[in-house]
């Protein structure tokens, strides 16, 4: 049995959705039970845990083969104290389930303990986990060409790309889908030992290849603009989040521009295989599936 936890969010449900493919039994695990009536429709099992709680995360494990694990990232409160509790939740309820494999979702960069924002949780995330199961693997993924959805919307109505990345500044990114298949393919193998996987997309994409995707898609010109770093906190604010989570995401952005967003040598270094344009086309597609 492999479980998956985050099931209804950006890699969990990729994994899941890919372990299924190939035919292997999958249980998502979910904090409310409206949240597994489509996974239970599509032959998934279904357990309830919140990832704060050893006891409900070791109830969700009992009788795994291999674990999809992560820790969400920060809404309300303090995102390391958050982690502090999740981590230690999952590493607890890890070893007491005796679990073979473990595949954690980490993030590249995630080798510098400082300087890197809201991925230093990913650093204490893997300090905490290591070790926990005979076989742990940190998949150090790129940053997510979907989080780019939250801004499509500006893309179709004003043909703009906001950005908090310097517009020809090329990074590691990664469609979810890749992501997703990537993970399941860890927990489907048989290895021993740690493993720090660092994925990324065919090739690595600034915020200007992101706009040309979408101009592509859309059919017209799209610019990338950046947002001056005096108003990036309001528009975080805007978006709900607290305020030690605005510090945590605009120190990413940080770290980014000032190099720390790397591989680290001697880890693996895997590539996806889904394009810019056909990530950002199922973006619109979404996009305007729900307007």
Known sequence: MHVVFGANGRAGGETARALMANGEPVRVVVRRPEQGKAWAALGAEVALASLDNAEQVSAALKGATAAFLFNPPPVAGDPFGQTAEIGAALAQAVRRADLSRSVILSSIGAQHETGTGVIATLHQVEAMLAGTAPATAFLRSGYFVETWSEVAEACVSEGVLPSFLEPDRKIPMVSTTDVGRAAARLMSQNWAGTRIVELAGPEDWSASDVAAAFAK???????????????????????????????????????????????????????????????????????????
């Not at 605009?250 to 590539?271: D, K, P, S, V």
Request: glycine share 10%; charged share 20%; hydrophobic share 45%.
């Open 217 to 291: 898609v859309l059919g017209r010109p799209v610019e990338p603009v950046l947002v001056p770093p005096e108003q990036r906190e309001a528009v975080l604010a805007e978006a709900g989040l607290s305020a030690e989570g605005t510090a945590a995401l605009l120190g990413m952005y940080e770290g980014i521009a000032n190099g720390r967003f790397t591989r680290q040598a001697g880890t693996e270094h895997w590539r996806g295989t889904t394009s810019l344009t056909a990530a950002v086309e199922r973006i619109v597609t979404k996009l305007r599936a729900a307007a």
